[in-house]
């Protein structure tokens, strides 16, 4: 089962590190369209709420547009006013139904937006709410011939389904009344002090998991009757643990793999994958939880795995393993049943911590040459698919994929979510699993090394990386605020506060040339010794 269970572990950790980043769903922000004189608002969310014959209906959202007038941020401040449709419905000509002291709606098309809002100001409407074609919500800027433009209105867009919604009321010849506002975002949301605790926590419990789950050999090591015996179970012990040494090739190859299951994600995302990807994390989830829980009660309790029973496909197994693998599937299939419910994230956090702690249990990092190759390439994989990738591609590749563009619905799950509580947009904090592997990885070195070398907490290294990948965090979420909530590449902030880190405290200590070369043949007699 160990071999299996090492393959698995390894497929895993090839398709988590392609999400390697950190974002918050977005509740304003500056898009790309031109600006000029009367057209240079920043783009916001709004919130639509409607009443229909005076019942108090579903609330929606929409988006305000580069111009126009700007909407109060708290609700008892917001616009209630009578819903109006355009006649013509796209807005474009002067309308035939009074829009005088109402709210104009029209559709998209056949002419600009700008052009709309003005005829919609001219008609008295005291605002504009455009319904888009698509699902999404479009941007609204200024055509190039709009050198300036007096729209006083508020003017914004709103989803076809939220259109169709207001649709079926009005088309009924019911009253249908609107109100609009845009709440603001709190600068600092308490949810990114979470997503800093489980990523710090994960990476630290990784690295001391041997520590915390070794058994107690007391009696045993002093027990001169049986010295031989004590010896051959635990060699027996150590052959049955199974690690995957990564080198220079394989690190390489790694990232190269995380980048073309990327792309392939981009160009080929849909309901299915997702489904695959829902699955195949599923599996890893699962060994990785059996993994943490079998350990954490075989540490405390020995004789509860000397029971075993013999199955026809799995072969010999104990009774403990067997019940807890019924346990972490069904944990795993209630996690799927449930996954679009207000709380599948914390299912989705519990089985991608266990995966992770385990991924850092089997993979390990030699040695700082390794460490450097590795970290290096994730550092510019990381840089290239957030910032440069829409060079290219026109969008920045790793977050259309986090956002499950083209899925049907369905989100990646590689990623350690928490909700946005005190925001009134909802939404969450995000960070990928391969912001807390690569950096995690060095940690657990850091800890093998200062083990091997007997240094203490302070004269070691891995006190310091884990203070330097708390701090990396840190400056994470600074420049996601900074940058008004768009995706972050965290490994431009991490690897710096963790290799670059060790690296200086080698140089300063005089080790740099042991940590690069620990693990040849020189360290591994001294280790031995």
Request: glycine content about 8%; some cysteine.
């Amino acid at each position: 089962m160990a071999s299996s269970s090492s393959s698995l572990i390894f497929f895993s950790f090839l398709f988590l590190i392609c999400l390697s980043f950190a974002a918050a769903d977005d509740a304003s922000h500056d898009g790309d369209s031109p600006k000029s004189p009367g057209c240079d608002n920043a783009y916001n969310l709004v919130k639509v709420m409607n009443w229909v014959d005076g019942v108090e209906g579903d609330t929606f959202a929409g988006i305000t547009a580069r111009f126009g007038g700007v909407l109060p941020s708290a609700a008892k401040d917001g616009l209630r006013l009578p819903a109006v449709y355009s006649n013509p419905l796209t807005g474009c000509s002067t309308s035939s139904s009074k829009l005088s002291g109402a709210i104009a709606i029209s559709m998209r098309g056949d002419c600009e937006f700008t052009v709309k809002a003005k005829v919609a100001q001219s008609g008295g409407a005291k605002a504009l709410l455009v319904i888009n074609s698509e699902e999404e919500l479009a941007e609204m800027g200024c055509g190039k011939e709009n050198a300036t433009l007096n729209i006083s209105i508020p003017v914004m867009l709103v989803s076809k389904s939220g259109g169709d919604y207001l649709n079926k009321s009005m088309v009924a010849g019911k009253k249908v009344e609107i109100m609009l506002y845009a709440p603001n975002r709190p600068v600092v949301d308490y949810s990114v002090i979470f997503i800093w605790l489980m990523a710090v926590g994960t990476v630290t419990c990784a690295s001391l998991w041997s520590e915390f789950t070794a058994p107690e050999e007391t009696d045993e090591r002093y027990n001169e009757l049986t010295p031989k015996e004590t010896s051959s179970a635990s060699e027996l012990k150590n052959d049955e643990k199974e690690y995957l040494d990564i080198n220079a090739m394989s690190a390489v190859f790694f990232v190269l793999t995380a980048s073309t299951f990327l792309v392939l994600l981009y160009f080929f995302m849909s309901s299915w994958f997702v489904w695959l990807l829902i699955i195949l994390f599923c599996l890893g989830g699962v060994e990785g939880m059996h993994n943490c829980i079998v350990t954490l009660i075989t540490r405390k309790c020995k004789s509860c795995a000397q029971k075993k029973v013999n199955l026809p496909v799995l072969g010999e197994i104990s009774v403990l393993s067997l019940v807890v693998l019924f346990c972490c599937l069904a944990f795993a299939i209630f996690w799927i049943v449930n996954r679009r419910s207000s709380y599948s994230w914390i299912g989705q956090d519990i089985l991608g911590i266990c995966l992770m702690i385990t991924v850092l249990q089997v993979a390990r990092l030699p040695n700082i040459k390794v460490a450097a190759v590795l970290l290096c390439c994730a550092f510019v994989y990381d840089i290239f698919w957030v910032f440069l990738s829409p060079i290219i591609f026109h969008q920045s590749v790793m977050i259309a994929v986090a956002r499950g563009d083209n899925s049907g619905g369905e989100s990646i799950p590689m990623l350690l979510r928490f909700p946005r509580f005190a925001d009134p947009w909802g939404g969450y904090d995000m960070i990928g699993f391969g912001d807390i592997l690569f950096p995690g990885l060095l940690l657990s070195f850091a800890r093998r090394y200062d083990k091997t070398n007997k240094k203490s907490l302070c004269s070691g290294y891995f006190l310091w990386l884990t203070v330097g990948y708390g701090l990396g965090l840190l400056l994470t979420y600074l420049g996601l605020y900074l940058m008004d909530g768009h995706g972050q590449p965290a490994l431009l902030y991490l690897v710096p506060c963790t290799l670059g880190v060790c690296v200086v405290l080698g140089l300063v200590r005089g080790e740099l040339k042991d940590l690069w070369s620990f693990g040849t043949d020189t360290s591994s007699t001294r280790e031995e010794a």
